[in-house]
């Protein structure tokens, strides 16, 4: 290890608080600094269904994988198509660090498709479990053996490494797969890998086969786990641990079904639990985002380690804790792998929470109207919404706002609002003026314009629409929305009164926005 990299370990280590019965119960992995990860993004992540990537989204994200310094990434699968060989020309062509691979059937013409690519690694694949020899290639144990072998030994005559699977190998006769695994060992194979290609194996289980089979072989193992079961990471590191050397993986556990053992939960805890230095685990945020964003394939927000929620904190207790320091409430600091802390202010979150929000955005905001926002802050995270800086600091100035205005010369009390296709949209208020009940209905060129005009009507004829501004705090369709309305009093002295509003309902906060200016004008009379 350079001095660079052990000053890196040492840094990253200081961010970590995972529990310190894993180092007793593991103790030191002998072949610590033996541990690949063979990335298969660009190929088992890309059967996931729903994803399909372009040849220059490729070139994109296997610029990003070689960047997070993964050791080998298979590319594609060459002979699925002429794009998919010309793709895997093009990574080459970029002469990235990492070995790159391309999958290939145990059939001559998948060979000669990744010969044609310039690929470093051939990764040929035959199915050997009962279950898959009778139903699905109708072939006996022997043709299998055979086909195999002659697969690995053209490869081999044709200067590629070999890396070779029994695919469906948890499910596979172990006698069996020891014979296939030796004999692809003799016919050139570098390396061999066990798919649990529907998830059906136990971390105990994987221990078990990689034990059996690192007795009679000397070329490293490799594991391919899939997460059907919810045990991928699970099994993969018990795979490690009984001396596998070679992890495939997917960012973002993207892959065939539920997926395949993610990338980013494997590589931190083989540096957090058992001392294994992989990927840049700081580069593992943008890549996944980058990820996420080509193929379009949504995370989870309870996904670990990159998850929206991964390091959100909304409850009082918890960010009054991470506050004091953040590994009371996260396994290891965010930054160890370029991701974002999010103290959210929420349904959940305690006075505490806001103020410290707030003195961090550095708004002093007085302490005597904090019961009113946290009511209102209460009232808009009902449904689960969460408030962001920018929401927090309208919800704040809307408080002081409203304060400033002692008496409510004017209430609504009720509205209903008719709208829709090919319909005039009407509004229906009714409101209390200094003590007396007006209802009035108005049409208009929608809701608001309907709401905003019957209110007009309902107010004072004089008090007239200056100026109407409506913003989208933040993006989604559930957002907060700010509302400005200028009222001019025409016939007093023409006086301008301005009303802000914030809420989730467009009509309702334009509405809100009306009453706040027109309560504003009636107290600059009295
Ligand atoms: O899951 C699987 O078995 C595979 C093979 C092609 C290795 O992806
Ligand atoms: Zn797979």
């Known amino acids: 290890m350079t001095k660079q990299a052990s000053d890196n370990a040492r840094e990253l280590q200081g961010m970590l608080a995972v529990s310190q019965y894993n180092q007793l119960a593991l103790g030191e992995l002998a072949h610590a600094d033996r541990v690949k990860i063979f990335d298969t993004t660009l190929r088992d992540g890309e059967q996931a269904p729903g994803i399909a990537l372009s040849s220059d989204d490729k070139v994109r994200i296997a610029l990003a994988l070689d960047d997070l310094g993964v050791d080998i990434m ?34 001559k013409s998948d060979v000669d498709a990744v010969i044609d690519t310039g690929a470093d690694l051939i990764h040929t694949f035959i199915a050997t479990s009962d279950l898959h020899m009778k139903y699905k290639l109708k072939m006996s144990p022997e043709d299998v053996k055979a086909r195999a072998v002659d697969a690995i030994e053209y490869a081999r005559a044709h200067g590629l490494q070999v890396q070779f699977s029994c695919e469906d190998a948890t499910r596979t006769d172990l006698g069996f797969m020891k014979e296939m695994f030796k004999a692809a060992e003799e016919a050139g194979a570098s390396s061999v890998n066990i798919p649990d290609t529907v998830g059906v194996i136990v971390p105990q289980g994987m221990k078990y086969i990689v034990g059996e089979l690192h007795k009679e072989l000397k070329v490293p193992i490799a594991v391919h786990c899939h997460n059907d079961m919810g045990l991928a990471v ?78 959100a904190h909304e409850s009082g207790i918890h960010v009054h804790g991470v506050m004091g320091n953040s590994l009371t409430y996260e396994p290891f600091k965010p930054e160890m792998v370029g991701v974002d802390r999010r103290l959210v202010i929420g349904k959940h979150s305690g006075a505490h929470s806001v103020k410290g929000r707030m003195e961090e955005l550095g708004i002093g905001f007085p302490e005597d109207h904090m019961e009113e926002l946290m009511a209102a802050i209460k009232e808009i995270a009902i449904g689960g919404k969460e408030i962001d800086d920018a929401e927090l600091v309208a919800i ?39 003590g007396e009940e007006r209802t009035v209905a ?85």
């Not at 408080?399 to 509205?415: C, P």
């Not at 019957?454 to 409506?470: D, G, H, M, P, R």
Request: proline share 2%; aromatic share 4%; glycine share 8%.
């Open 234 to 311: 699970a099994n993969t590191l018990a795979a490690v641990e009984a001396g596998a050397e070679i992890c495939h993986v997917t960012m973002n556990g993207i892959g065939e079904r539920t997926g395949n053992a993610a990338l980013e939960e494997v590589a931190v805890n083989l540096f957090a639990n058992y001392g294994v230095e992989t990927v840049d685990l700081r580069k593992i945020g943008t890549t996944s985002a980058l990820i996420e964003r080509i193929t379009g394939f949504p995370l989870s927000h309870n996904k670990p380690i990159i998850g929206r929620n991964a390091f």
């Open 442 to 526: 108005k049409t208009g060129v929608g809701p608001v314009d309907a709401a905003l005009r019957a209110i007009c009507t309902a107010v004072n004829e004089n008090i007239s629409l200056e100026q109407y501004k409506l913003d989208a705090v933040t993006g989604g369709s559930d957002s907060i929305c700010e509302a400005t309305v200028m009222v001019k009093n025409v016939q007093d002295d023409g006086h301008l009164s301005v009303g802000k509003a914030v809420g989730l309902d467009v009509v309702r906060t334009s509405v809100d926005a009306m009453m706040a200016a027109i309560n504003r004008d009636y107290a600059r009379q009295k």
């Open 74 to 107: 298979e590319a594609g699968f060459a002979a699925s198509s002429d794009t998919e060989r010309q793709t895997l020309k093009r990574i080459m062509a970029e002469r990235p660090r990492a070995t790159v691979c391309s999958l290939a059937r145990s059939v």
């Open 396 to 434: 704040a100035d809307h408080v002081l706002w409203k304060k400033e205005i002692k008496t409510q010369h004017a209430t609504l009390d009720s509205m209903v609002v008719f709208t829709g296709k090919d319909v005039t949209s009407t509004c229906t208020v009714t409101i209390t003026l200094n």
